[in-house]
């Protein structure tokens, strides 16, 4: 199965987790220091979609958001937590996609800025990208309609990334070759506009996931996520884990010699590892099968 690239949940965290920090300055007192009781319904919706209780918040956030007018301050940031909430709330169904699908879309055509919009575009698109529900038909069309959109507007930076990582996953999530490689295009035209931005690492492993799951190479695998290690991987808290996959394809393909160098990596820096144990004894094993090469294998510490 092709992995998606989760790029929804950066975007959750940029956008909604700063709203919600800002709502937050100064509440609290010493009878109630969590601030709960002095909490307006806004305020509660949004502390829920930062917990992921999509629930709670579209119960609070839908006390405002229907009284507000596009003019109002807190329009932009409640609808687009609003339609988060109304989208994600379990169980997922026709009825709630539909009401995320119009809030977006009241978003897309209302006075706002360029980011605001493009921000309810992605949304929207996603919503046509993926089925949320058993019977849920996606409308690929549509959703590659808006992310090129986007990515005319933006062919670099966060927006151009996020749109054109999405878009491929369209062509990708087709499990055909032709369509395969189109989205692989995509993301490396995406790379070759924009190679400098930390999106490029998104990038970068994208294409080596696909190249493992898809076409079986180990080798374009490893090369891709190389040039990700040197940029610094998506997520630093996985880059252990990112390691050992490496290792792995480096052995598949008889590189030896960086299968050692990425275990000896896992060990001195990651030694509290799940993979740190088994990496220093690929080391050790290497070393003693091979004792002109001199190597040395690394001693784990986990003090």
Known sequence: MIPRISIYKLLY????????????AGCGSPDDPTGEALLTPTEKGLSALKMF?????????????????????????????????????????????DQAAQLFNEMI?????EEWKTRAQLSLARIYEVDDYIGDKVDLAKAREIYRQVQNRYPTGDFGYQASLRLAQTYVQELEPKAIEQGIDIVREQI???????????AYQFLGDIYIQANGDAAAALKAYQMAEKI?????SRTDAYLWRMAGW????????????????????FPRSPYGTLSR??????????????????ELKTW
């Open 109 to 113: 055509n209302a006075k706002v800025s």
């Open 250 to 269: 480096a052995k598949q393909i008889g590189e030896e010699p960086e299968a050692v160098r990425l275990w000896t990596h896992i060990v001195e820096e």
């Open 192 to 202: 070759a506009r924009d190679p400098e931005s930390p999106w490029a690492a998104v």
């Open 13 to 24: 965290k940029s956008l909604v987790i700063g709203v919600i920090a800002s709502c937050f």
């Open 281 to 298: 004894d690929n080391v050790r094993e290497y070393a003693l099968q091979y004792p002109e090469k001199g190597i040395t294998a690394p």
């Open 53 to 97: 209780d999509y629930d709670e918040a579209y119960q609070q956030l839908s006390k405002v958001q229907p009284t507000l007018a596009p003019t109002d301050p807190q329009w932009l940031e409640v609808t687009f937590a609003y339609a988060l909430a109304s989208w994600h709330r379990p169980p997922p169904n026709q009825r709630n996609i």
């Open 232 to 236: 610094g991987f998506s997520n630093n």
